[in-house]
């Protein structure tokens, strides 16, 4: 927490940067080593969300758009890092390990300015986009719910996500509303499309490519 503490008091481009890679290092360290310590706690840090929120409140708590972008993306790289430098080291990283972090990799590339830019945009940006950026945010955590379910056919925990993928996408739609967004239902109204469409691509290429 030290470290977003100093992305929201400190935002020259040297220290966000060095504190997203650190900060990213850590949580995918940390996500490998709760795996297993409880069937609740595996699922939540086995999952693409918990990454991708950190990066969306990290982005939040950068002042400058562009650099929020950029740091989601160096975030959700060391992310991957770390999670595989801590697989490797636990000798769990395996013979097709390498394709499997490059192919998350190029994800979190590809999907971290986005949500970089989605946290900033909830908080510091203007309009009706503010919304449409709340429904990026809560429509990762629905779509992986989707996913649980409708791929994996792991329906308790699914609804688990699903439940605090509409919740999200509730408590960010009122905070926009009290922001005086004026479209501010869009969030509430895109949330579920944007779940389902990350589900599809989710399905369409990362299972193609990852199995």
Known sequence: MA?????????SPGTVLTATAVFGLLLGWATYGLH?????????????????????????LISGRWLAAWSGALMMLTTCCGY?????LGDTFGAGGLGTAAVWAAAGLAGGPLLGWAGWTVRRGR???????????AMVV???????????????????FLA???LLAALLTVYLARAGVRRYWLCAALAPVGGL???????GILNSLIG
């Open 3 to 11: 470290l977003l503490t100093t992305l929201r008091r400190d935002n």
């Open 36 to 60: 297993g310590t409880s069937p609740w706690l595996d699922r939540a840090t086995n999952s693409s969300s918990t990454w991708i929120i950190w990066t969306a409140v990290a982005g939040a």
């Open 84 to 88: 595989y430098a801590a697989s490797a």
């Open 127 to 137: 309009g009706d986009l503010r919304a449409v950026a709340g429904a990026v945010i």
């Open 142 to 160: 629905l779509g992986e719910g989707l996913w649980l379910g409708l791929a994996l056919r792991y329906w308790e925990t699914a609804f688990v």
């Open 164 to 166: 605090a993928g509409v």
């Open 197 to 203: 469409v990350f589900y599809l691509v989710e399905k």
